[in-house]
């Protein structure tokens, strides 16, 4: 770094609310970029039968437990069979079983497993029958006095590592409180682990925002990294070309800045079969560089006219080589200083276009979403709090960022 970029790098840290409106956004992005390891409804780590199992890194299926199956399990229901398999006996085993919603009749068909004599009497009045739904396995009670069932393993009990939260952003929790009922309260939540309640589908808010966030974030820094490319690369070529080429472009960029951006995004989403995050970047990229490129380009009139440039020129330098090595170093002051606020005005179209449903598709996870969801259920105030105070507290911390930046690169403050 050259002598004046440490100058105005020293300057930008000695501003305490813009410094640390930058850790504390560094920090808010580090904390959800491993979302997948905060919210979950796949637990980090198994330990099992001797051996280890990463369901979050890879697919695993029932008969890697010793059970029937090629399907991926039900985690929490595989956790309740290992442990009781492990040292309950055959009436604890089928108790575990009698948990998950999966055990209402018992039915056997070719291929199931029957139960070994041993069963309580009570349990059988309670069981009744076994119908088994599509993915569901059979539980085996064990012969009397072995103490262990079919999938107790070799290493007992099992031990499983699971997330803080153990939901998924999409996750609803089958035969739980919230599938009797799905709009739940922090306090009516906290029981089955929903910190921050559920949304009117029964999802977890604190997963959907964790995930929603990280998405908005990442979102935002991408379209504005895109933005400063296209525009640095148009605007200067724009500016340093100057004469028909610069005519026709400011032309071309009057025509198409003139084009109402809402009723774009609407016509262009309306005509995709399905929308993601990678479509709607590129369709909020192809107006969202014209600012930037307007300022480029004015930076690239102005210096193309200097002594140093003159002097490159005569020594034969090439024109590429000009605008990349003499021109683009002194002329990022706007670039650096508009990025911050950039990001924070991606993060706010994606914000408003999941709002109108015009964006991501469900059940991808939104703070648009969740704030149309406060808006049609505002007695639940645990939806749309949380969303408002993060969105606005990430737009807050932008803002003070890009302030201490255009004070740090403003020459005028010294």
């Known amino acids: 770094m050259s002598p004046d970029w440490l100058r105005k790098w020293r300057k930008f840290r000695?501003?305490?609310?813009a410094w640390g409106s930058l850790w504390l956004l560094l920090a808010l992005a580090l904390l959800t970029l491993p979302a997948e390891l905060l919210c979950n409804d796949r637990?980090?780590?198994?330990?099992?039968?001797?051996?280890?199992?990463?369901?979050?890194?890879?697919?695993?299926?029932?008969?890697?437990?010793?059970?029937?199956?090629?399907?991926?399990?039900?985690?929490?229901?595989?956790?309740?069979?290992?442990?009781?398999?492990?040292g309950g006996g055959a009436d604890s085993a089928m108790a575990a079983a009698g948990d998950a919603a999966c055990l209402a009749r018992f039915d056997p068909e070719p291929g199931d497993v029957p139960l070994l004599p041993g069963l309580a009497a009570a349990d059988s009045a309670?069981?009744?029958r076994f119908d088994p739904e599509p993915g569901d396995v059979a539980v085996t009670a064990a012969p009397p006095g072995t103490g262990r069932g079919m999938a107790s393993g070799k290493d007992r009990p099992a031990w499983f590592l699971w997330p803080p939260v153990r939901y998924g952003y999409a996750t609803i929790a089958r035969g739980s409180a919230?599938?009797?009922?799905?709009?739940?309260?922090?306090?009516?939540?906290w029981a089955d682990g929903h910190w921050l309640g559920t949304d009117d589908r029964g999802r977890d808010v604190l997963a959907r925002l964790a995930y929603g966030f990280r998405v908005c974030l990442w979102f935002g820094l991408a379209l504005a990294a895109v933005s400063v490319v296209a525009g640095t690369i148009l605007g200067g070529i724009q500016g340093f070309a100057g004469g028909w080429l610069d005519l026709a472009g400011q032309r071309l960029m009057e025509i198409w800045g003139a084009v109402p951006k809402l009723y774009l995004l609407m016509i262009l989403t309306s005509l995709l079969a399905r929308r993601s995050?990678?479509?709607?970047?590129?369709?909020?990229?192809?107006t969202s560089w014209m600012g930037?490129?307007?300022?480029?380009?004015?930076?690239?009139?102005?210096g193309r006219n200097l002594e140093y440039v003159r002097a490159a020129r005569?020594?034969?330098?090439?024109?590429?080589?000009?605008?990349?090595?003499?021109?683009?170093?002194?002329?990022?002051?706007?670039?650096?200083?508009?990025?911050?606020?950039?990001?924070?005005?991606?993060?706010?179209?994606?914000?408003?276009?999941?709002f109108l449903d015009l964006g991501v598709e469900a059940p991808y996870p939104s703070l648009g979403e969740l704030l149309a969801q406060g808006q049609g259920n505002l007695h639940a105030t645990w939806i749309i709090l949380p969303a408002v105070l993060l969105l606005t507290a990430t737009i807050t911390l932008l803002t003070f960022i890009g302030t201490g930046v255009r004070t740090a690169f403003d020459p005028r403050q010294g």
């Open 14 to 17: 000695r501003d305490r609310l």
């Open 126 to 128: 309670i069981l009744g």
């Open 314 to 354: 005569a020594l034969g330098v090439g024109a590429f080589a000009i605008m990349g090595r003499h021109l683009l170093p002194n002329s990022l002051t706007p670039v650096i200083t508009f990025f911050p606020f950039m990001i924070s005005g991606g993060m706010l179209a994606l914000t408003s276009l999941d």
């Open 292 to 302: 930037l490129a307007a300022y480029t380009r004015a930076e690239f009139l102005r």
């Open 277 to 286: 995050v990678g479509l709607l970047l590129f369709i909020l990229a192809l």
């Open 43 to 86: 637990p980090l780590a198994v330990r099992w039968g001797g051996r280890w199992f990463f369901p979050v890194l890879v697919r695993h299926a029932w008969q890697d437990f010793g059970l029937p199956g090629t399907n991926e399990p039900d985690w929490k229901g595989l956790e309740r069979r290992l442990r009781a398999g492990g």
């Open 178 to 189: 919230a599938g009797r009922d799905s709009l739940l309260s922090p306090r009516q939540g």
